[in-house]
């Protein structure tokens, strides 16, 4: 099969960019420097820094009318994000909750949080997931890049970046190894994060096209979860384990399960496609650290640490105070959403030495772009599992290197930052 010219990965390939457009806005230059001003200027800034480049919150301040504040360094962030009890997490439903039925665990505050958090989270460890790496995550990896492989370039976005953790999540999950199907549904679940919008012209638009893809996912993924409760695949899954948890001494209904694969769908993929990609672009951009973690391959959780530090894919998240709060000195009264910019506190000089550098040897810190505390990504040692390995594929390709005859890829946006597109060579 020409994966370049599936009818469903363009498909995807469109809904992607314009996920990409919807989360760039009217910003047309490096968002680094303006929040570095900002993150001097004004830590704990009133209004929200997305909504100044027209970029919606994935909480959709703009139509809950709600006061919004920014706050943009590390330790505030750090605080905050650890601080479920005064910090609630319900707004992150408020942008496309509703296309999926509010069943979304970022949305989730206290004991229902706790509930659902400690009932999946088993499956997501990480001696499960490394069980999983050679006989799952590696093969649906290779299947992408092995056609590649003898042409010596590729547009790796399309052809490679997009497709890969699709593919991989959906494995995992254990859905059937039907790549049309699966590429169908990572299109609705794009269609569902573009749902947001600032302009209501626009919204009128993508709002019920979030609507009805969250609606088309649900009636796809129903049966499937169905078909694997008469089917075992033999093979650990995460549809195969929630049909065997215990919630409060009953079994989840295959509706439910339906519900938390859908939410897992909106998670899981495309932040992981354009994490990947930025990591790429990053690396081509300095030969010498590409040189350096190609010849010592156990410098590659480094490198993708490091470069998910720099650019964050979720440089943005929200919460809300329960009470009225006090961040550096400023009044936060409740009720009040705030923006937590990833992105500046992940390039906090007073949290990281010489921050805007690519710096394979940095003293250990956490990271933020998982996000921190009870809320912390629950699929990341998924997401570091299969971008590791695929970096390692990629980096098998001998003298890779941007493609001359294309611009240099840009990654843009404000919040879920990629490039549109990665050509590169290499000697085939
Ligand atoms: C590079 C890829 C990824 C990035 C950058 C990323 C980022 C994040 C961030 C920042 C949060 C915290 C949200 C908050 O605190 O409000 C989060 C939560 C979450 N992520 Fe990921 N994620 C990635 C991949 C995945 C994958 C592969 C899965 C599933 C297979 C996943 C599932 C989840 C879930 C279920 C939550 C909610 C956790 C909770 O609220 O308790 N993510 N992710």
Partial sequence: M?????EHLEQMNRDFLAVSDTYTGTLTKDPFPILAELRETEPVMQGDVLAKFHVPSQADYA??????????????????????????????????GAAVDNLLLTAMDDAEHKKYRS??????????????????????IEVLLEPLRARGKADLVPEFSLPFPVRVVYAVLGFPADSDTVMKLASWALRILGGPQIDPAKAA??????????????????????????????HEDLIGFMQTVDVDGKRFTDEEITHLVRMLLLAAAETTSRTFSNMIIMLLERPDVLDKVRSDRKLIPRALTETMRLDPVAGNLARIAAKDMEVRGTVIPKGTAVTLSISAANRDPEAYERPDELWLERPLRPVLSFGFGPHICMGMHIARIEMEAALDMVLDLPNLRFDPAYPQPAIRGLQLRGPDALHVLWDA
């Fill in 119 to 140: 009932l999946l989270q088993p499956a997501f460890l990480m001696p499960v997931i490394k069980r999983m790496t050679d006989t799952v995550i590696k093969p649906n």
């Fill in 205 to 234: 638009v993508t709002y019920p096209a979030a609507m009805d893809a969250g609606q088309r996912l649900f009636e796809h993924v129903l049966p499937i979860v169905r078909a694997r409760r008469e089917t075992p695949t033999g």
């Fill in 63 to 96: 139509n809950s009318g709600r006061p919004v504040m920014t706050v943009l360094r590390y330790d505030d962030v750090l605080a905050i994000l650890r601080d479920a009890e005064n910090w609630k997490s319900s707004l992150m439903a408020d942008g496309f």
């Fill in 2 to 6: 020409d994966i370049a010219r599936d």
